[in-house]
């Protein structure tokens, strides 16, 4: 199963970030990437910077780190830039979130903070209410914000002499979209745009302004974005690839290893409560049960998809899965989430899981947010153009090939990347068959 | 890597199971099989009984029972005996153990459970401290022990017509042992066993009498047993398979997922303490610090073995990994474990995950026991022999080849066992890459 | 501050008890009076039946069980009646509650259980929103349907040669009213019943009807009902004791041992997260959210009560206390609670404390149903009318005099109930202070 | 119930502090004093400081503050001095022990704490052997030490300008003593310690020497110290209060809250399992089987006390009550404890309460350390002397009377403390009968 080595473009020259939103996770990429370059920091959580992969045989003790096996930008030729409704610096932005010390992590890298102001931004409250901003381009149609921000983005890449961009959503959730009829294909979504479609969210202009620069687009939050048939097209048309959607951080992390090891045991499901707490700006805006909404149909669907309900009625054919997101603002960006898990076993005895996660949402996202730029980036200088589905392992949502079902499972996202990767390089696929150790 | 499909022998006649310790785990098995066959229960969490294979690519659709894809023993064909210190009868031990409703599940099937009367044991309390009884074979020196339970073997067999037999320990916990002299070839351990040398444990008798009389053993209790190269030389010798040790139920389950998660995401691990509280016989034989050490031995590993400190220092290279077991009576067998895991992402920041799993001792080891003895039928009729370390994804401290490393990782483990389902069965093996559905 | 011993009635004859609401709660208190009296069970949780109380110093060494020391009705003296739109026996309001284990704890009675059949009740579904049933009386118009309530009263009296009535609510959560001119006094009520005025719920009908034949009335829910001036008037008129209201028994009884102590420590209190999961009927009827409002409201209360934020601003002036119950079918009547409170102390250091309460709903109510009860006809034996404020021990939310703040804390309710029982028998009241050991 | 007013001397002039440890408790206490001191932060936790007290009727609104109610030294009165084996000055303490955060709470008081520098120890590792350190006195006989330690108050007083000196304990837990003939008397204690008797702890020589110095001393380990006649005897010979033992901090603290919980409502136990895990100093020298023992013997105790197994045997006769402690050092002074609860309920279904505290050791016993000083500067100016038993609120293991059994519950504590607060100003004490509120 060993394939050719792909071409890969060099990774040469600066590349630019352009984040959508310079809040809490935007200003703890960019303020931690500065302390790594510095040396003050190591990127914990970032499977660019610290993973591994293992190749051939458990034997042959070959487990390269990620970053010495394919050719991925380096941490010093990131230059980032931002867009956000609100003026504040990235300085002023770590400063109000609350994530990051100010002593250790702030302050020593001030300045380079300071410089980060964002541009304005497309921005329309009909589709976030909690949050308002004066930081805002002038409502000139849709069609025209599309061509502002393509402008913005071809000034930052020769303000910044950067070789590449890739953008990303950093940004708060929208109210919930369903796919229409101005998604179906990019002349319907165009001339949607011509129109000031009420379809047409912001989030889709961001994305249609990065393929029209060639730059890849990753969508970090549930809305519905590249998710649709018109941005696809359009992102095979340019040659772009895409991504998203909704970084998958916390409580779903753990769903997606905790479901998989019931079904790995064959252990019955019979109901999921799952709720969070949390008081960051994202907790804000998931109090307008529109925004809600849309966050919920992503956190609902992982556990349906791989318990596979059809394929085992018995246990998973009828399970109460709620899941409660509560603003409350004690706990800042500190997100907390308990879940109970109701499972049986054996003759149908119930037992009982819970767990209990005290994670820091912007701690967790932020190295999501460096990995899937370098990965996005290495994988247009691939030549891979359209949805990215080994990168599913970032997402709650994967986006995928209308042909097949969405792989949720940590494992087999995993599995599905690193593979992907060894197949990139010309390397033997793992399957961990292994029989050659037992025979004679 | 499609391969030829492997001659498998069929499952025809008797499948006779033999077990060591007639407690709450074996009576719990042995009332759920008679429960199962009569249609008054489900073989939940046994992946042999509900679990499916899936085949080919993700658009065939095609995902066959595992038993209807594997040449398995059905439910039916299965004939059990065991082994006990305590004279009671399958009956007796479920309605102590307390594990089943005794109106719903013993009842129902009174008569068969009072027919299963355990055979004198080969016992000696210096190995399990703090249990005791006296249907015990008289202590006739260990080599003449080993030939009494090769003689009660055949006399079962003949007894109950079996074509096949099978035997699986769900006994205690022995005091810890290191390997030895006695145990590195087959020749040293049988002079040890003449010389009657305190190495040889009486677990090791009951193994070595059954790969004599060519029946697969299963280890269920973190004994060293057949964890020697003594142990397996005679089971090449004689052609049979062997599986070990420590059936994989509650709270390493977990660990097996949980760390796997914290690898996939790079998340470092500062420390993960782990304390259960149990009130059944088993919990009042690891009360005894000496077989407490042989359980803490097994739990401890699977951490280190995840996360390959060597690999990641600065993620695994300093972890305080504390694991405590409380004999605690109110609980009976529903043991429960908490486990705290702190954990430190991007920049180093600390986050905690707390996990508390109310579980039902014996009815997670249940399944584990009925799919060990099925694919370990299926092992010897497929010519395997020695250790199957495909059938890792069932123990704490999977047994495995000296040349390699032991894989922990449940997905890992999961992997393992289906691609090697496939490979017997000349299916291709899975990969997760999945390039295809995006080709143009 | 001794004082003399009061006059009271014997409790001679036969105590009639008519419950409102045949459900979960009804069928446990009826199931487990039965089974108490003929010494199947003990009345565990039941202070008048297994409480003791402190007379004297302590080294007197006195200390008697309540049901010595006050002239209460026995166990024995109970004879049972209900109202409930589900026409339901006990029997099968038992089975179907899944509270008590069948073969345990109901077969043995079951006789005694089926010769409960409910009256027809009083019922608007206007009220109560998720609950419907036939056995309901035909809407004559709210006077009438209160004196049908009068006729039933006495006929279950007659029928059952009774000596005294107590009625006591065990049903559902009506909506949430807010006390109007309609409540001001018994002639305004009296008026509304008769224009069939809408802020006349059922639940006030039913306290009408027992006030003016006599009887006590006990309010388990958090329902309006009798805490309104129109109602007290009316039981001071009749010479009749009241209590509510909303039974006091899991979430929320850990509030108020939990706040005291948080007080009695001057540990800040920065918020209070409380989440439930039920899945009886009571869970069903949470789930309109008019329903919930009126629950939500009676758990509110206790913290700000507790804690007087006026006295003390720095430490509880801005608690964020969020309260949310979810109907969640696979408990059943296994309520669970999960608390998350963030507390502050030295400096101002943040710290918390998570309370996981995995209770039985009807379990801990049964108990305070049987108090309440002998309690309040002790009450109405003593002469004491109108609302009793020593019984706050069993209420989420109090009934008070108009002068008075409620007391929530538990333990202020606790010495309030039992310095009661010492003024009632002419026993000194305990301060704690005991300086009279250590003077020389 | 009112009585006179006590003579209570004025608290004029400076009142030294000498504390037994500089380490966690003693350096965050004398942090927090110098920033409250300066308005940098504010002393919550602290009943002295923060507290009031109700007087009269509910009706009447009069509830001072605590330290305007009774005369208090001030916390700008307040002189710190300390002993330790470890020379480590305030500042390098407070560093160390990682509970304020440096740059917010040390670094702007760094002056004066640097001031404080440890006087040299009395100290031997037999007592508690992980801790060790080169500031100790040489060993000159138990006698000699102590009047080495006399001589230091003196000192200390005279240098510091004090009008009095309190002395508190805040060090290592030692081994577990008994009490024994060196104990019964005063006589009997002096000459074991010209003998340099094993049974006169270091603890002792300290409790001695203030005694001998008309100094109040608190002991705030669970060490036997002053819980001995003889120290009780000299107390009163030289007309000082004394008190210990033991801070209740943590767990014991819900312990104290949530017992009396279930017996207020006659709630049976069947077991309660408590652990800890903690990686400071104390955690530390609790790691040592001896020291833990003395700590282990001061946890269990409060359960017995409280739910009197011999007044309600079918509740609390058989009670399964462990306490583990694990040092575990990622934690640091954030102690964590995870308490499970097995009650029962109406005929005897169980239920489980969890507590799950995570807690700051130091930050919880600050305040306690401070409002002990302060009462117990009260308590000697107002003339009581020996055991305060209305001090009981602070401890987990209260001295008493041999005549009665210790009160444990928090809530009794906290009426004793408030009805001798009343009682040494003439106020009436408060009993919460309150039936004048509904008498016509």
Redesign the interface.
């Known amino acids: 199963?060993q394939t050719a080595k792909h071409h890969i473009e060099p990774a040469e020259g600066r590349l630019g970030v352009l984040m959508v939103g310079l809040g809490a996770v935007a200003s703890?990429v960019i303020a931690?990437v500065e302390?790594i370059k510095r040396g003050l920091?190591?990127?914990?959580?970032?499977?660019t910077?610290?993973?591994?992969v293992r190749l051939g045989k458990?034997?042959e003790d070959r487990?390269p780190l990620i970053r010495d096996f394919v050719p991925l930008a380096t941490i010093d030729q990131l230059v980032f830039g931002a867009w956000d409704p609100i003026s504040d610096t990235a300085y002023e932005a770590a400063i109000k979130s609350g994530v990051?010390d100010r002593?250790v992590?702030i302050e020593p890298i001030a300045e380079q903070l300071k410089e980060i102001e964002p541009m304005p931004a497309v921005f329309d409250q009909s589709y976030v209410r909690r949050l308002d901003g004066a930081n805002v381009k002038p409502n000139a149609g849709k069609r025209d914000l599309a061509e502002a921000l393509r402008q913005d983005i071809r000034d930052f890449k020769a303000a910044h002499s950067c070789d590449r961009i890739v953008v990303i959503w950093c940004g708060s959730t929208e109210i919930f979209l369903e796919p229409g009829p101005a998604h179906w294909n990019l002349a319907a979504f165009e001339a949607a745009m011509d129109a000031n479609d009420e379809t047409i969210a912001p989030s889709m202009l961001y994305a249609y302004a990065a393929l029209q620069e060639g730059a890849p687009f990753i969508n970090g939050a549930p809305n519905l974005t590249t998710d649709v048939p018109a941005m696809v097209e359009l992102a095979?048309k340019t040659g772009v690839p895409i991504g998203g959607k909704d970084f998958k951080s916390g409580q779903t992390?753990?769903k997606t290893?905790?479901a998989?090891?019931l079904k790995?045991?064959?252990?019955?499901l019979?109901?999921w409560?799952s709720?969070n707490?949390l008081g960051n700006r994202d907790g804000e805006v998931l109090d307008d049960p529109d925004s809600f909404r849309t966050k919920e149909e992503s956190k609902l669907g992982v556990i349906e998809h791989i318990l596979q309900p059809k394929?085992?009625p018995?246990?998973y054919g009828d399970v109460?899965h709620?899941v409660?997101i509560?603003y409350?603002?004690?706990?800042g960006d500190n997100k907390?989430s308990?879940d109970?898990i109701?499972i049986?076993?054996?003759?149908?005895?119930a037992?009982?899981?819970?767990?209990?996660?005290?994670?820091?949402d912007s701690?967790?996202a932020?190295?999501l947010v460096l990995d899937l730029v370098l990965f996005m980036d290495l994988a247009q200088r691939a030549g891979?153009k359209?949805?990215q589905?080994?990168l599913s392992?970032y997402f709650k949502s994967p986006q995928?090939?209308p042909?097949?079902?969405p792989?949720h499972?940590?494992?087999?996202q995993?599995?599905?990347l690193k593979?992907?990767l060894r197949?990139l390089m010309g390397e033997e696929?793992?399957?961990?068959?292994?029989?050659e150790?037992?025979q004679?």
């Open positions: 199963m703890t931690g302390l920091a190591e990127p914990i959580g970032s499977l910077q610290m993973g591994t458990r034997t487990a990051l002593y992590h095979h992390l753990l290893v905790l998989p090891m790995a045991r064959m252990l019955g019979e109901g409560y709720t707490i394929l085992y018995q246990l109460h709620k409660r509560n409350y603002p004690p706990r907390e308990w109970n109701d049986f076993g054996w003759l149908g005895y037992m009982q899981i819970k767990v209990n996660f005290l994670c820091r701690i967790l932020a190295p891979l359209g949805v589905e080994w392992l995928h090939a042909s097949v079902y792989e499972d940590l494992f087999i995993q599995t599905k593979n992907t197949w696929q793992i399957t961990h068959l292994g029989m150790y037992y004679d």
